[in-house]
C-alpha cells in the first residue's frame, strides 16, 4: 500500500522523510522517493526496489531544504520502475506531488491536458496527471491550483504538493484515502499513516473527506469541502518511538508476541472505571437502539475475521442476539439481509482493507448501524463507522497480525459485557466473575511465553514437514483456523484447519505418519470429544502436539507432545492456546529461514479488493 510523508520545518527534510519512509516500509512497496524544495527548484530522487536503493541513490549528495515530500509506491497503474515512482513533477519542473488511491478519469485528462496545456506525460501513471493539471493552474497559489485540479479528478486520492517558488507552505487535501497531520515544535507533517510521524509527534489531526490542509513551519491552516477553516479533532497518540522499533528483537514478529500480556492489559485499563465498570467513551448507541437491534454481523478479513468467530460466541453469549459472521469479500456479494434493526461490526487492524470497507458501505447503504473495532486512529474504516473502538495495541509492524488479534478478542469480550449489562441480559455477578478473570489474562499469557523454549523445541524436529493440520472444536476451531493461518503465511507450509467433529467426514483419509496434528482441547464441555478425535488421529500414526489447560494432564498419554496453558474460563482460553500457535509458527518459519516480517506475496493492508 502506498505511503506518504511531508514535512516543512527548519530541519533537513530529506533526512526526516527518508526516516518516516522506512517506518511506512512495512506496509509493502515497490518503489520509494522523495522531493525537496531547494534554491527555487525542486530536486526529485526516486528508485524502484527498496529504500536502501533510494538511499544508495542519493548516496553523499547533498540535497538541502527544509521542505519536501516523500512516497513508497505499491504499482497500480503502471509497472514498478524508477520513472513511475513518486514524486511526479509538472512539465515545467515547478511542482512536485505524491498521491495514495487511484485516478478514475486519468486516460480523459491526460488528453485534455495535452490538448489543451500541450504537455507530455513522463510515466505511465495515473497519478502524473495530478502534478500536470495543478502545473496548469498555478498561478502562484499552490492551494487554489490544486483544489481546481481536485475539482474534476474522479476516484480517492490522498495528495500532498510542494511548489519551487514557495520553500515555506505544503498543501495536501484528501478524499477517500486516509492523511493525518502531524503537529510538531517549529515542523508541521503530513502522513498516510500516523507510524511514519512517531518519532517526531503525539499529536495528529485527522482530516475528513475533502479537507485541504496548508501547512507552514508554523502554522496549520484546515479547510473543509466549502473551503470554510475549520478545526479538526486533536488525536493524542501515545505511541512511543521505541513501540515501532525492534528493541534488540530479531524480528517485529516476536517482539509483538511477547507484547501481548502489556497490550491486553492497556485495552482492558482504558475502558474500566475505578469502580471496575466497563466504559466505552466511544459508543454512543444508546440502550433504546441496542435493544432494536435484531441481528449483529461481524465482518472482517483473515486474523481480523478469525477473532470475529471468536466475538460471536461472546455476545451471543452475553447479549442474547444472533450474530452472523462473515468475510468481507464474500459479505456484499450475497446480499446479505441488513437493515436499521442491524449492528454492523468491522473489525480491523489497519483500519485499510478494502473488502471490509466495501462491506461497510454496503451494510451503511441498507440502514445498519457500524460500530468498528480497529487499532489504526485515524484510518479510513473509522471514518466510515458511528462509533469505534480502538484496540490500543500500538503500532503491529509484521505482516502477521498477532498482538492486534488478541485485542480484538479482548474488546469482543468487552463490548459483549458492556452490551449484555446495558440491556440486562447478564447478572451482576457474571459481570463482575468474568471481569476478574479477564484482570487476570495478562499474567497468565506471560507464562505461556515463559515456555517458549519448549515450543522452539518442537519447532526445530517439525519444521520440515509439509503437512500440518489444526483441529478443535467450539472457540477453538476459531483459534485453529488462526494457528494454521499464522503457519502458512510465515512458513510457506500447507496447513489446513478443520473443526474436528468434521474430520471423519472426508479430511481423515489425509493422516499419516508425515502429518502433524495440531489439536486444541481447551474446553471443558468438548474435551472428552476432543479425546476421541485425538485417538482417531493418534491411530492413523499423526504426530499429534496437544494443547490443553493445565488441568488436564492425563491427556499427555494419547499426544506426541503437550502444550499446557494455565486454567481458566472457558470464554478466555483464546487469549492463551493462541499464543503457542504463534510461537510455533514463528519458529517453523524461522528454522526455515523465512523473512518472518515480510512474508512473501502479502503486505500489511490490503487494500485492492
Ligand atoms: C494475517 C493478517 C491478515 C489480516 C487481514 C485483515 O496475519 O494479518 O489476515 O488480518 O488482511 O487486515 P486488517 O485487520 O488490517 O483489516
Same mark, same amino acid.
Given at each position: 500500500?502506498?505511503?506518504?510523508?511531508?514535512?516543512?520545518?527548519?530541519?533537513?527534510?530529506?533526512?526526516?522523510?527518508?526516516?518516516?519512509?522506512?517506518?511506512?516500509?512495512?506496509?509493502?512497496?515497490?518503489?520509494?522517493?522523495?522531493?525537496?524544495?531547494?534554491?527555487?527548484?525542486?530536486?526529485?530522487?526516486?528508485?524502484?526496489?527498496?529504500?536502501?536503493?533510494?538511499? =544508495?541513490?542519493?548516496?553523499?549528495?547533498?540535497?538541502?531544504?527544509?521542505?519536501?515530500?516523500?512516497?513508497?509506491?505499491?504499482?497500480?497503474?503502471?509497472?514498478?520502475?524508477?520513472?513511475?515512482?513518486?514524486?511526479?513533477?509538472?512539465? @515545467?519542473?515547478?511542482? @512536485?506531488?505524491?498521491?495514495?488511491?487511484?485516478?478514475?478519469?486519468?486516460?480523459?485528462?491526460?488528453?485534455?491536458?495535452?490538448?489543451?496545456?500541450? +504537455?507530455?506525460?513522463?510515466?505511465?501513471?495515473?497519478?502524473?496527471?495530478?502534478?500536470?493539471?495543478?502545473? #496548469?493552474?498555478?498561478?502562484?497559489?499552490?492551494?487554489?491550483?490544486?483544489? =481546481? @485540479?481536485?475539482?474534476?479528478?474522479?476516484?480517492?486520492?490522498?495528495?500532498?504538493?510542494?511548489?519551487?517558488?514557495?520553500?515555506?507552505?505544503?498543501?495536501?487535501?484528501?478524499?477517500?484515502?486516509?492523511?493525518?497531520?502531524?503537529?510538531?515544535?517549529?515542523?508541521?507533517?503530513?502522513?498516510?499513516?500516523?507510524?511514519?510521524? +512517531?518519532?517526531?509527534?503525539?499529536?495528529?489531526?485527522?482530516?475528513?473527506?475533502?479537507?485541504?490542509?496548508?501547512?507552514?513551519?508554523?502554522?496549520?491552516?484546515?479547510?473543509?469541502?466549502?473551503? *470554510?477553516?475549520?478545526?479538526?479533532?486533536?488525536?493524542?497518540?501515545?505511541?512511543?518511538?521505541?513501540?515501532?522499533?525492534?528493541?534488540?528483537?530479531?524480528?517485529?514478529?516476536?517482539?509483538?508476541?511477547?507484547?501481548?500480556?502489556?497490550?491486553?492489559?492497556?485495552?482492558?485499563?482504558?475502558?474500566? /472505571?475505578?469502580?471496575?465498570?466497563?466504559?466505552?467513551?466511544?459508543?454512543?448507541?444508546?440502550? /433504546?437502539?441496542?435493544?432494536?437491534?435484531? *441481528?449483529?454481523?461481524?465482518?472482517?478479513?483473515?486474523?481480523?475475521?478469525?477473532?470475529?468467530?471468536?466475538?460471536?460466541?461472546?455476545?451471543?453469549?452475553?447479549?442474547?442476539?444472533?450474530?452472523?459472521?462473515?468475510?468481507?469479500?464474500?459479505?456484499?456479494?450475497?446480499?446479505?439481509?441488513?437493515?436499521?434493526?442491524?449492528?454492523?461490526?468491522?473489525?480491523?487492524?489497519?483500519?485499510?482493507?478494502?473488502?471490509?470497507?466495501?462491506?461497510?458501505?454496503?451494510?451503511?447503504?441498507?440502514?445498519?448501524?457500524?460500530?468498528?473495532?480497529?487499532?489504526? +486512529?485515524?484510518?479510513?474504516?473509522?471514518?466510515?463507522?458511528?462509533?469505534?473502538?480502538?484496540?490500543?495495541?500500538?503500532?503491529?509492524?509484521?505482516?502477521?497480525?498477532? *498482538?492486534?488479534?488478541?485485542?480484538?478478542?479482548?474488546?469482543?469480550?468487552?463490548?459483549?459485557?458492556?452490551?449484555?449489562?446495558?440491556?440486562?441480559?447478564?447478572? /451482576?455477578?457474571?459481570?463482575?466473575?468474568?471481569?476478574?478473570?479477564?484482570?487476570?489474562?495478562?499474567?497468565?499469557?506471560?507464562?505461556?511465553?515463559?515456555?517458549?523454549?519448549?515450543?522452539?523445541?518442537?519447532?526445530?524436529?517439525?519444521?520440515?514437514?509439509? =503437512?500440518?493440520?489444526?483441529?478443535?472444536?467450539?472457540?477453538?476451531?476459531?483459534?485453529?483456523?488462526?494457528?494454521?493461518?499464522?503457519?502458512?503465511?510465515?512458513?510457506?507450509?500447507?496447513?489446513? @484447519?478443520? #473443526?474436528?467433529?468434521?474430520?471423519?467426514?472426508?479430511?481423515?483419509?489425509?493422516?499419516?505418519?508425515?502429518?502433524?496434528?495440531?489439536?486444541?482441547?481447551?474446553?471443558?464441555?468438548?474435551?472428552? =470429544?476432543?479425546?476421541?478425535?485425538?485417538?482417531?488421529?493418534?491411530?492413523?500414526?499423526?504426530?499429534?502436539?496437544?494443547?490443553?489447560?493445565?488441568?488436564?494432564?492425563?491427556?499427555?498419554?494419547?499426544?506426541?507432545?503437550?502444550?499446557?496453558?494455565?486454567?481458566?474460563?472457558?470464554?478466555?482460553?483464546?487469549?492463551?492456546?493462541?499464543?503457542?500457535?504463534?510461537?510455533?509458527?514463528?519458529?517453523?518459519?524461522?528454522?526455515?529461514?523465512?523473512?518472518?516480517?515480510?512474508?512473501?506475496?502479502?503486505?500489511?493492508? +490490503?487494500?485492492?479488493?
Amino acid at each position: 500500500m502506498c505511503g506518504i510523508v511531508g514535512y516543512v520545518g527548519t530541519e533537513e527534510a530529506k533526512d526526516i522523510i527518508i526516516d518516516g519512509l522506512r517506518r511506512l516500509e512495512y506496509r509493502g512497496y515497490d518503489s520509494a522517493g522523495i522531493a525537496i524544495v531547494n534554491d527555487g527548484s525542486i530536486i526529485v530522487r526516486k528508485h524502484v526496489g527498496e529504500i536502501i536503493n533510494l538511499e =544508495k541513490l542519493i548516496g553523499n549528495e547533498k540535497i538541502s531544504g527544509n521542505i519536501g515530500i516523500g512516497h513508497t509506491r505499491w504499482a497500480t497503474h503502471g509497472a514498478p520502475s524508477d520513472l513511475n515512482s513518486h514524486p511526479h513533477l509538472n512539465e @515545467a519542473n515547478s511542482i @512536485a506531488i505524491v498521491h495514495n488511491g487511484i485516478v478514475e478519469n486519468y486516460i480523459e485528462l491526460k488528453a485534455m491536458l495535452k490538448e489543451k496545456h500541450n +504537455v507530455s506525460f513522463k510515466t505511465e501513471t495515473d497519478s502524473e496527471v495530478i502534478a500536470m493539471l495543478i502545473g #496548469a493552474y498555478y498561478e502562484g497559489d499552490l492551494k487554489e491550483a490544486l483544489l =481546481k @485540479a481536485v475539482s474534476i479528478i474522479r476516484g480517492a486520492y490522498a495528495i500532498a504538493a510542494v511548489a519551487a517558488d514557495n520553500p515555506n507552505e505544503l498543501v495536501a487535501h484528501r478524499k477517500d484515502a486516509p492523511l493525518i497531520v502531524g503537529i510538531g515544535k517549529g515542523c508541521n507533517f503530513v502522513a498516510s499513516d500516523f507510524s511514519a510521524l +512517531v518519532k517526531h509527534t503525539d499529536d495528529v489531526y485527522l482530516l475528513e473527506n475533502d479537507d485541504t490542509v496548508i501547512l507552514t513551519r508554523d502554522s496549520i491552516k484546515i479547510l473543509d469541502a466549502n473551503e *470554510k477553516q475549520v478545526q479538526r479533532t486533536l488525536m493524542h497518540i501515545g505511541w512511543s518511538a521505541e513501540a515501532a522499533e525492534k528493541g534488540g528483537h530479531e524480528h517485529f514478529m516476536m517482539k509483538e508476541i511477547l507484547e501481548q500480556p502489556a497490550v491486553v492489559k492497556e485495552t482492558i485499563k482504558r475502558r474500566l /472505571n475505578e469502580d471496575g465498570i466497563i466504559e466505552f467513551d466511544e459508543i454512543k448507541i444508546g440502550l /433504546n437502539e441496542l435493544k432494536s437491534f435484531d *441481528k449483529i454481523y461481524i465482518v472482517a478479513c483473515g486474523t481480523a475475521y478469525h477473532a470475529g468467530l471468536i466475538g460471536r460466541y461472546a455476545i451471543e453469549n452475553m447479549v442474547k442476539i444472533p450474530v452472523e459472521v462473515d468475510v468481507a469479500s464474500e459479505f456484499r456479494y450475497r446480499n446479505p439481509l441488513v437493515d436499521e434493526k442491524t449492528l454492523f461490526i468491522a473489525i480491523s487492524q489497519s483500519g485499510e482493507t478494502s473488502d471490509t470497507l466495501a462491506a461497510i458501505k454496503e451494510a451503511k447503504g441498507k440502514g445498519a448501524r457500524i460500530l468498528s473495532i480497529i487499532n489504526v +486512529v485515524g484510518s479510513s474504516v473509522a471514518r466510515e463507522s458511528d462509533d469505534v473502538i480502538y484496540t490500543w495495541a500500538g503500532p503491529e509492524i509484521a505482516v502477521a497480525s498477532t *498482538k492486534a488479534f488478541i485485542t480484538q478478542i479482548v474488546c469482543l469480550h468487552m463490548l459483549s459485557l458492556y452490551m449484555g449489562r446495558l440491556v440486562g441480559t447478564i447478572s /451482576n455477578r457474571h459481570y463482575e466473575e468474568f471481569i476478574s478473570e479477564m484482570l487476570k489474562m495478562p499474567e497468565k499469557i506471560d507464562e505461556v511465553l515463559a515456555n517458549r523454549s519448549e515450543i522452539e523445541e518442537y519447532a526445530k524436529d517439525l519444521y520440515s514437514r509439509e =503437512k500440518v493440520f489444526y483441529i478443535g472444536r467450539g472457540l477453538d476451531s476459531a483459534v485453529c483456523l488462526e494457528g494454521s493461518l499464522k503457519l502458512k503465511e510465515i512458513s510457506y507450509i500447507n496447513s489446513f @484447519a478443520i #473443526a474436528a467433529g468434521e474430520l471423519k467426514h472426508g479430511t481423515i483419509a489425509l493422516m499419516d505418519p508425515d502429518t502433524i496434528v495440531i489439536a486444541l482441547a481447551t474446553q471443558d464441555k468438548l474435551y472428552e =470429544k476432543m479425546l476421541s478425535n485425538i485417538q482417531e488421529v493418534k491411530s492413523r500414526r499423526a504426530h499429534v502436539i496437544t494443547i490443553t489447560k493445565d488441568k488436564n494432564r492425563s491427556i499427555s498419554d494419547s499426544s506426541d507432545e503437550t502444550i499446557y496453558i494455565p486454567d481458566c474460563l472457558d470464554e478466555l482460553t483464546p487469549l492463551l492456546s493462541v499464543v503457542p500457535l504463534q510461537l510455533f509458527a514463528y519458529y517453523v518459519a524461522k528454522e526455515r529461514e523465512c523473512n518472518i516480517d515480510k512474508p512473501k506475496n502479502l503486505a500489511k493492508s +490490503v487494500t485492492v479488493e
